[in-house]
C-alpha cells in the first residue's frame, strides 16, 4: 500500500486566492482527518470523516475553509479566500476507526503571500 | 476534555545514553494510545500503538508503557544514535475511537 497520498506537497498562493488540497486515504479506511501543524499551535484536528460523512469539523478555523469526502477514496481541504495566516503544513490522515492506529500523509506546505 | 502533556518540551542527550519520554492526558478512558516520530519537515510515522488493554510495546531499541490509571505513557529509548534526533509526539486515541489527540512533543538531539 502507498499509504496516504497527499497533494500537492508544496503550495505557494497569493493571499485571496482560492487553494485545494487532496488527500487519498489508504484503502480499507473508513476515517479520515485533516490536521493543521503550525509552530504556535502545534497539531489541530480540522475536521473528520466516518464512511464519508463528516463528524466533526468544530476545528475549522472559518468558514473560508470548507472539506469534502465525495467518496471513500478522495478528499479535499478547501481555503477560500486564502489569507496569510493560514500558512501552515496540512496533514490528511486515515484510520480503520482507531483500531490500528492512524497513518498520516506527508503533509501539504501551504504558504499565502 | 482531554490533554495531551509532554515532558519535557526539549531534551539533548550524548550518544548511547538510554533516555525516557513522558507522556500523560487527562481522561483515563482512552482506546487506544501512540506515539509518532516528526523529522524537520517531514510528516508523522507511527513508531509504537498500545491498545487500552495493554501495558507496553516494544519495537527494537523503542519500548512504550501505558499507564491508564495514572494517565501516563512513557517512551523508552535505549542506546541511543544521532538517527534519533527528531520531535516525538505522543497522541491518545479517545474511548470511541474516533479522535486522535497529541501532545505538543518533545524535541529529542542526540549530540555525536
Known amino acids: 500500500d502507498a499509504g496516504v497520498i497527499q497533494s500537492p506537497r508544496h503550495e505557494v498562493t497569493e493571499m485571496g486566492q482560492e487553494v485545494t488540497l487532496r488527500c487519498k486515504p489508504i484503502?480499507?479506511?473508513?476515517?479520515l482527518f485533516w490536521y493543521r501543524q503550525t509552530m504556535m499551535r502545534g497539531l489541530e484536528l480540522l475536521i473528520y470523516f466516518n464512511n464519508n460523512v463528516p463528524i466533526d469539523d468544530s476545528g475549522m478555523p472559518e468558514d473560508r475553509f470548507s472539506a469534502k469526502m465525495p467518496n471513500a477514496s478522495f478528499s479535499t481541504l478547501k481555503i477560500q479566500p486564502s489569507e496569510p495566516r493560514d500558512s501552515a503544513v496540512y496533514f490528511c490522515?486515515?484510520?480503520?476507526?482507531?483500531?490500528?492506529?492512524?497513518?498520516f500523509g506527508s503533509g501539504t506546505r501551504l504558504t499565502v503571500v | 476534555k482531554q490533554e495531551v502533556t509532554q515532558i519535557p518540551a526539549a531534551l539533548s542527550v550524548p550518544e548511547g545514553e538510554n533516555l525516557v519520554l513522558n507522556c500523560s492526558f487527562t481522561?483515563?478512558?482512552?482506546?487506544?494510545l501512540q506515539w509518532f516520530r516528526q523529522d524537520p519537515g517531514k510528516g508523522l510515522t507511527s513508531l509504537l500503538l498500545i491498545q487500552s488493554s495493554q501495558r507496553e510495546q516494544t519495537s527494537g531499541r523503542l519500548n512504550a508503557s501505558l499507564d491508564k490509571s495514572s494517565g501516563r505513557s512513557t517512551l523508552y529509548i535505549a542506546a541511543s544514535q544521532p538517527g534519533d534526533s527528531a520531535t516525538y509526539l505522543c497522541a491518545v486515541i479517545d474511548s470511541s475511537a474516533s479522535k486522535i489527540i497529541f501532545g505538543s512533543g518533545t524535541r529529542l538531539s542526540i549530540r555525536p
Open positions: 481522561d483515563s478512558a482512552i482506546y487506544n
Open positions: 490522515a486515515s484510520s480503520a476507526q482507531g483500531a490500528l492506529g492512524y497513518t
Open positions: 484503502s480499507g479506511h473508513n476515517s
